[in-house]
């Protein structure tokens, strides 16, 4: 907010302090002010005769009166002028609001995923989506993360007791999952190694996909969200069911889920 005469600007609630509200330079005086008065009165007004002081209701503290002080201080410096008050778009150099550059703003913040194209255009239930989203963040709770957080886990993998468990190795590294890897790539025909040292899902899916043929990539692209999602699944049944792994019973539900999948809508499984 550029200030002019003051006659728009809100006192309390505009940012109109070098791009900062009162609310935000001094929260513990703002919070002494009446809301409804912090809707109402306009920096012209607070600022004739020092009227913004009589706003302030209650006793004051001495963080209150600290910030008392400061908010004095920068009134004093403020001078009002005939031109009227402006709106500034924080978001372009020159600070004039354009429908692109709210677009962008959009994003300010947004953390990008480098698998988005084999996580949300492939057809998959939301569900898995979004598993797969958090894994890809690193945002589910692995033995790995829950020791970061110094909480109680597992010292190695449940499925094959021979490394730490992270999501990396649960998805790509771990001998039982390359197991049913190799188990369900075989099963739906699809000539694509299984992983082998990647750095990530999405590293193996493109490799695996450039060495497909292209009327099985959907099947391939179904598998790569499917194997891992029962992979968790059945990892999760051995932390908090104490399940014992087992291969067989896994790669039957990868076969059973992959059936449902194609009868919902998965076009590169209604082969099987």
Request: glycine residues 6%; charged residues 20%; hydrophobic residues 40%.
């Amino acid at each position: 907010m550029s200030i002019g005469n003051g006659m728009n600007a809100l006192f309390w609630e505009d940012r109109w302090l070098n791009g900062r509200s009162v609310g935000e330079l001094m929260p513990l005086l703002y919070k002494c002010i009446n809301t409804r008065r912090r809707k109402v009165r306009t920096v012209a007004e607070g600022l004739n005769g020092n009227t913004w002081a009589r706003d302030i209701q209650g006793i004051l503290g001495i963080h209150e009166i600290g910030q008392y002080l400061q908010l004095w201080q920068l009134t004093q410096q403020v001078t009002l002028h005939d031109a009227p008050d402006r709106l500034i778009w924080m978001w372009t150099a020159s600070g004039t609001y354009t429908a692109r550059s709210c677009y962008e703003a959009t994003f300010q913040g947004s953390l990008q995923s480098y698998s988005w194209k084999l996580i949300w255009k492939a057809w998959a239930p939301p569900r898995v989506k979004f598993f797969h989203w958090l894994a890809d963040l690193d945002r589910c709770w692995t033995a790995d993360r829950l020791a970061r957080h110094g909480l109680q886990h597992h010292p190695r993998c449940l499925l094959c007791d021979q490394e730490p468990e992270t999501m990396q190795h649960l998805m790509l590294h771990c001998p039982f999952s390359r197991q049913a890897w190799h188990e369900t790539l075989a099963w739906l025909h699809i000539p694509a190694p299984i992983p082998n040292q990647e750095a990530s899902l999405m590293d193996w899916w493109q490799h695996a996909r450039d060495g497909t043929p292209h009327a099985q990539r959907k099947a391939l692209q179904s598998a790569a969200l499917l194997v891992p999602w029962l992979v968790w699944k059945h990892r999760n049944s051995c932390v908090f069911d104490n399940a014992t792994p087992s291969l067989g019973t896994l790669v039957d539900r990868i076969k059973e889920e992959a059936g449902s999948w194609a009868k919902a809508g998965a076009t590169g499984l209604r082969v099987v």
